[in-house]
């Protein structure tokens, strides 16, 4: 309820965003992509006969078919554990902790420590996302994540050990990877699907933890084991369905995804 007030202002203020220019050129309205582009300082040119048939020249991408479907399959579900874990197992870890002897006091300076170890990597994923790879940047996050399940599993297990570390990996992990999900996203689709698809991921980086609260206010929640247990299956899956299905999409121009040919040259603008 607290976060409504900013959702519905946001969704007022997507008013004053304007339409990008492509998305207006694909249908037909192109004095307003030229207004749009004038207010940033570019132009839109008629393209020669050459350029259009260097611009659609490769194979197109389809928007239906096995490698669609598990590219979106895999981020959904990556983005289904990041819900999971961000708002089920870190929520419910320091009960657990305070349950097996922790203090409230102990248990809230390693949640504070883990947010310390973990802040560094906004700047790091960043710097890996645009500099090395894109795809390999986000399934490193998945991996990280997963070595933070597998380290509160074996806290659980053993009954010993600090759990400062699986916490790190786990906020470290699921940062990276709500960080990079839904740009990779949007780069990963064609123009005419892009805002569909990737909706659908936003969606379900809220739909983990929908799911989670709702058998928080049951009282369903079940022991942190099988909670990790439960979760560490479908994030082994994303980690394998990404590296799979995932595109490199660092270098890449966007228009190359556009099957039958670029949005740009369909119009012939």
């Known amino acids: 309820m607290l976060n409504l007030p900013t959702g519905l202002s946001l969704v007022l203020l997507g008013a004053f965003i304007p339409e990008s220019a492509k998305f207006l050129l ?25 350029e259009e048939a ?20 895999a ?3 990556a983005a289904i554990c990041y819900g999971l874990i961000n708002f089920g197992l870190l929520l419910w870890l320091p009960a657990d902790l305070v349950s097996r002897g922790y203090s409230m006091e102990v248990t809230s300076k390693l949640l504070a420590e883990s947010a310390l170890i973990a802040f560094p990597t906004v700047f790091i994923v960043a710097y890996l996302y645009s500099s090395w790879s894109t795809k390999w940047s986000v399934v490193g996050s998945i991996a990280v994540t997963l070595a933070g399940l597998a380290g509160v ?26 960080a990079m999900l839904l740009p990779y996203a949007a780069e990963s689709f064609p123009l005419r699907i892009r805002g569909r698809t ?13 799911f989670a609260q709702f058998l928080a206010i049951l009282a369903l929640v079940p022991p942190l084991d099988v909670v ?24 890449r121009d966007l228009r190359d995804l556009d099957p039958d040919g670029h949005t740009f040259a369909a119009t012939g603008v």
Do not use: D
């Open 228 to 251: 990790s247990l439960i979760i560490i299956v479908p994030t082994i899956g994303a980690l394998v369905l990404v590296a799979m299905f995932g595109k490199e999409t660092r270098g």
């Open 75 to 77: 981020l959904s579900l």
């Open 198 to 210: 990737t909706g659908t991921v936003a969606a379900c980086t809220k739909a983990g933890g929908m």
């Open 54 to 73: 260097a611009f659609t020249k490769g194979p197109s991408v389809a928007l239906t078919g096995k490698a669609f479907f598990g590219k979106l399959f």
């Open 153 to 178: 599993l074996w806290l659980e297990f053993t009954g010993s050990g600090s759990p400062v570390l699986p916490v790190a990996l786990l906020i470290v992990g699921t940062n990276g990877l709500i």
């Open 26 to 50: 694909a249908r037909g309205r192109r004095e307003e992509a030229r207004a749009v582009m004038a207010r940033f300082g570019s132009e839109a040119r008629s393209t020669t006969r050459a």
